[in-house]
């Protein structure tokens, strides 16, 4: 049976090929539909409430964030869509690394979440030593790792 043209055209709501993918590294659990948001004490730096929420196109820039993440809780990626605007993350482009080749983003508007990555391999522990420990120094010199 031949489909007219019409057939074939998107509604806007669903998902191409074409589409970008976001992620967000945490020790959080969350569940599908959560909405992550600013105000609550934030993963990195001095723990003070979050002024931004962020997200990464890339998925290891989203593991560093759950190997990094303050608390006890499981490492976390979450497929997430943001709910408004997203700009560049000034804590590492052009800072750390020319351009934004991590594809770090953040946002003031809430992201939801639309999935959990359940299978991804993390750094090993001598590259998240040495991680931290660059954290630390960069701490002790009063550089933190966020800055809002």
């Known amino acids: 049976m031949k489909k007219n043209k019409d057939e074939y055209k ?3 709501h669903s998902p191409t090929p074409f589409s970008q993918t976001f992620f967000h590294g945490t020790k959080a ?4 539909g959560d909405l992550i948001e600013i105000g609550l004490n934030s993963n990195f ?3 003070n409430k979050a002024k931004y929420i962020y997200l990464t196109a890339t998925l290891d820039a989203a593991i560093w964030g759950a190997e990094l993440a303050l608390g006890e809780g499981r490492e976390r990626i979450y ?5 408004g605007p997203i700009e560049n993350d000034p804590n590492l ?3 750390k690394f020319p351009g934004n080749p991590t594809m770090s983003y953040r946002s003031k508007h809430p992201f939801r979440v639309v999935g959990e990555i359940a299978i ?3 750094h090993s522990p001598e590259q998240v ?3 931290k420990d660059g ?7 009063g550089i933190e790792a966020i800055e809002d």
């Open 29 to 32: 659990a969350l569940q599908i």
């Open 79 to 83: 497929l997430v869509e943001p709910t």
């Open 45 to 47: 730096g001095q723990n």
């Open 120 to 122: 991804w391999q993390g």
């Open 10 to 12: 998107s509604n806007g």
């Open 129 to 131: 030593k040495a991680m």
């Open 93 to 95: 482009t052009d800072k």
């Open 135 to 141: 954290l630390a120094k960069l701490k002790e010199k």
